[in-house]
């Protein structure tokens, strides 16, 4: 009897186990699959176009002519196949924003990120490029190289923060925190904040 009671209590450990792993890939595959559908909505808003004019008023008729002239102009990117951690802390207003980034401040882990796995239209000719050799940008034919940091998420999957930086060369670019968050299924970017720009 107590055989059958131990090898009994043994497999329901085994079985629970099991369980706990596989909720666990799961959940781990979901936020992967999100983070990527960031990175694409972050990745489509880069344009190698100058911007518009200030005065024009963002979503308004000039804005979004603008808008529509540059949406399918060809870019080519290069993208750093490592996530890159901050080198100086961000500080936001918002309640929400600023658990999220008090994370993102903190995250000092790094992550691969394969290009094939960006959902992006194909306007944009992406290649992967190795954080140990970044001058190769210098002396390819890319419009554009991009640098991620990890995606934050809240615990519902439903906001996110992210930094994307761009270099159009050695001398010029900008980094930026952006503020996610899904409307109907899919992630916006609810709001921006330049943290450099040269």
């Not at 706990?20 to 190698?48: A, H, L, P, R, W």
């Not at 401040?105 to 239209?121: F, G, P, T």
């Not at 194909?122 to 890319?142: A, C, G, P, Q, V």
């Not at 615990?155 to 409307?183: M, P, Q, Y």
Request: charged share 25%.
């Amino acid at each position: 009897m107590r055989l059958i009671k131990s090898f009994f209590s043994n497999y329901l450990f085994i079985v629970t186990l099991m369980l706990n792993v596989g909720f666990t890939s799961c959940e781990s595959d979901k936020s992967k699959s999100e983070q990527y559908e960031v990175y694409s909505v972050v990745i489509s808003e880069i344009t190698n176009a100058p911007p518009p004019p200030l005065s024009w008023e963002k979503n308004g008729e000039k804005w979004n002519k603008y808008k529509d002239s540059i949406s399918n102009v060809p870019i080519s990117l290069g993208i750093i196949n490592e996530s890159t951690p901050l080198n100086r802390k961000i500080h936001l207003k918002e309640s929400y924003q600023n658990d999220l980034v008090s994370k993102l401040n903190n995250s000092d882990s790094i992550i691969n990120i394969n290009i094939n796995e960006l959902k992006l239209n194909e306007r944009f000719s992406l290649t992967s490029i190795n954080k140990k050799e970044i001058s190769s940008f210098e002396d390819s034919k890319m419009d554009v190289m991009v640098f991620l940091s990890n995606v934050i998420f809240d615990k519902e999957l439903n906001k996110a923060v992210v930094v994307r930086g761009i270099s159009t060369s050695g001398k010029s670019g900008d980094t930026v925190l952006l503020i996610l968050k899904k409307v109907n299924g899919k992630w916006v970017i609810a709001s921006t904040k330049t943290l450099s720009i040269s």
